[in-house]
């Protein structure tokens, strides 16, 4: 007789992990809407310092649920662990984003007229979508890739 362990489900981990990227692709996007002038100002610590931070505790979050609800046990420092994989995914998505411009523009191209209260605000709420496209998948794969980890009980 071998031990039996649960895993994760995996409809229910990619649904888990589409939710993280919506959060992470609506996040920064969401900020220049709230504190534009902020965001504007200083969109490298808002795309390399906050979106991680955020995307690693909704991680965190996710991965405990997703434990629990298979094992009805969790194992933090396993989560911990698997949480970390997305800040370094939103790291390395948003880096190319951030210091590759033309990686952007085909998601810009699509977004023409975004009315804001100047023409420099137009072009940086139009390129926050590049921004968001990347952010986006980096939850994704971040997500499905830490919630992978942790699939199997502790």
Request: a neutral charge; charged letters at 10%; proline letters at 6%.
């Amino acid at each position: 007789m071998g031990t039996k362990t649960k895993t994760a489900d995996t409809s229910v981990r990619a649904a888990f992990a589409l939710i993280q990227g919506a959060v992470l692709g609506m996040a920064y996007p969401l900020f220049f809407f709230m504190f534009p002038a902020y965001v504007q100002a200083f969109p490298a610590l808002f795309l390399f310092g906050v979106i991680p931070i955020l995307s690693f505790l909704s991680g965190l979050l996710i991965n405990w649920f997703l434990q629990y609800m298979y094992c009805r046990a969790v194992d933090i420092s396993a989560i911990s662990m698997a949480s970390g994989i997305s800040p370094l995914i939103v790291y390395i998505l948003g880096g190319l984003a951030y210091f590759f411009s033309f990686l952007r523009a085909p998601i810009n191209q699509l977004f023409t007229e975004l009315p804001q209260d100047s023409p420099q605000d137009a072009v940086f709420a139009r390129e926050l979508w590049g921004y968001g496209f990347y952010l986006f998948w980096a939850g994704v794969y971040g997500q499905t890739l830490g919630s992978g980890m942790i699939a199997a009980c502790p």
